[in-house]
C-alpha cells in the first residue's frame, strides 16, 4: 500500500509541475485526476480495517463473528473463485481473498465452500 501511495504521490507531483509550467486542460485534468487517487488511497489507507472471524461446523455450516458483535449469524456463499471467496446475509457482505490467508486455510475454505450442505436449523 505505502509503494501505491509513493507512486501516486509522484504522479502528482509531475502532473502538477506540468500543469504549472505549460497551463492545458488536459495537464489540469491530470493533476486534478491523480490528487483525487491520491486522497483516496490516504482516506483507505487511514481507515481502520474490521477483523473477522469465520468458524465452519461439522453441519457445512459457515459463521461470521465480528470484532463488537456477540452473536454469530449464518452465511451464504455468494461466489467461489481461485482467488476471492464471498460470503454473505442479509446485513453484510464478506470478502476473503486468498492472499489474506495461508494456502491450507483458503483450500479448506473454498472446499467447505463448495460442499456446502444446507444446516437444519437456519
Same mark, same amino acid.
Given at each position: 500500500?505505502?509503494?501505491? $501511495?509513493?507512486?501516486? %504521490? !509522484?504522479? @502528482?507531483?509531475? =502532473?502538477? /509541475?506540468?500543469?504549472?509550467?505549460? #497551463?492545458?486542460?488536459? &495537464?489540469?485534468?491530470?493533476?486534478?485526476?491523480?490528487?483525487?487517487?491520491?486522497?483516496?488511497?490516504?482516506?483507505?489507507?487511514?481507515?481502520?480495517?474490521?477483523?473477522?472471524?469465520?468458524? $465452519?461446523?461439522?453441519? %457445512? !455450516?459457515? @459463521?461470521?463473528? =465480528?470484532? /463488537?458483535?456477540?452473536?454469530?449469524? #449464518?452465511?451464504?456463499? &455468494?461466489?467461489?473463485?481461485?482467488?476471492?471467496?464471498?460470503?454473505?446475509?442479509?446485513?453484510?457482505?464478506?470478502?476473503?481473498?486468498?492472499?489474506?490467508?495461508?494456502?491450507?486455510?483458503?483450500?479448506?475454505?473454498?472446499? !467447505?465452500?463448495?460442499?456446502?450442505?444446507?444446516?437444519?436449523?437456519?
Amino acid at each position: 500500500m505505502a509503494v501505491g $501511495l509513493a507512486l501516486t %504521490g !509522484a504522479a @502528482f507531483i509531475a =502532473a502538477s /509541475l506540468s500543469a504549472l509550467t505549460s #497551463p492545458t486542460p488536459g &495537464r489540469i485534468l491530470a493533476a486534478a485526476g491523480t490528487l483525487v487517487a491520491l486522497l483516496a488511497g490516504l482516506w483507505k489507507w487511514r481507515r481502520p480495517a474490521g477483523s473477522q472471524q469465520l468458524r $465452519l461446523t461439522a453441519e %457445512g !455450516a459457515i @459463521f461470521a463473528r =465480528a470484532d /463488537l458483535v456477540s452473536q454469530a449469524r #449464518p452465511l451464504q456463499v &455468494r461466489f467461489v473463485a481461485p482467488w476471492l471467496i464471498v460470503l454473505g446475509d442479509d446485513a453484510a457482505v464478506v470478502a476473503v481473498w486468498a492472499d489474506r490467508l495461508d494456502p491450507g486455510a483458503f483450500r479448506r475454505l473454498a472446499v !467447505a465452500c463448495r460442499w456446502r450442505r444446507v444446516p437444519a436449523a437456519a
